[in-house]
C-alpha cells in the first residue's frame, strides 16, 4: 500500500489537451528553475521567463500568475519523482515509525538542498491554503506532500500501529503545519538541522509532550 499510493502524487491524464497541458507547465517551470539557478530567484522576472521559454507573457500569466507558482509546480515534479526513487527503500523500513522517520529524514536532505526558495515556496502554499479554505468546492483539496502524509498515517492505522480512531486527513493536515513551522523557524536560525526538527515534530505528533507518569494518571 506504501508504495501504490505514495508513488502517485502527479495524477496523470490521458488526454491530447492534458497532456499539452502538461508539457506546457512542466516547460515554463523547467525555464523558470534554469534561470532561477543561474541568476538567483530575485533576479528574475516573469517576463524573462516568457521570453526564454518562446511564449507570450499572457500564456506564462495564464498557468502562472505569480511568479512563487512556476517554484512549486516544479517542487510537485519533484516531489514526485523522489518519492517513486524511494518507494522500495520505504517499503525495506518495516515498522511506520522507521518508514517516517526516513522519509523525513530524506525530505529535510531535499529542503536543505533547495533552501533559497523555501521562503517564497511557503508563503505561495500558505496563500492558496487560505483561498482554497474561502471556498467550499475547495474544501478537499490536499498537497501532494499532505496525500503522502495521509496514506502512511491511513496504513499504520491498518497495521495498528496508530490508533484507529483518529481521522488521518486531520492528522495529516495538522503534521504537514508542524513541518511548515520548522522549515519556518529554520530559516530563520539554522540550529538545530532541518532533520533534527522534522523527527522532533514527529515525535511531537506520535508520543505527545506529557510525562509517562501524567499519562498513567489520566
Known sequence: ?????VVSAKPHESTRRQRKHDQTVDHL???AYRLFEAHGYDEVSMEQVAEVADVAKATLYKYFPVKEALIAHRFRLDIAAGMAMRAQALLA???????????LSESAAWHSERRAYLRHYIRYLTSVR???????ESANADSDSRQILAAMFRAA???DEIKAEVEV???????????Y????SWLAKPEPDLKERFLSAFELVMYGVATARHAAVN
Request: proline share 2%; net charge neutral; with cysteine.
Open 130 to 136: 487560505r483561498c482554497e479554505a474561502q471556498k467550499p
Open 29 to 31: 517551470s523547467a525555464t
Open 1 to 5: 500500500m506504501y508504495v501504490d499510493v
Open 157 to 159: 492505522q491498518q497495521s
Open 181 to 184: 513551522a520548522a522549515i519556518t
Open 169 to 179: 486527513e486531520q492528522l495529516a493536515m495538522n503534521f504537514e503545519y508542524l513541518l
Open 93 to 103: 523500513h518495516k515498522t511506520f515509525d522507521s518508514r517516517m522517520r526516513y522519509l
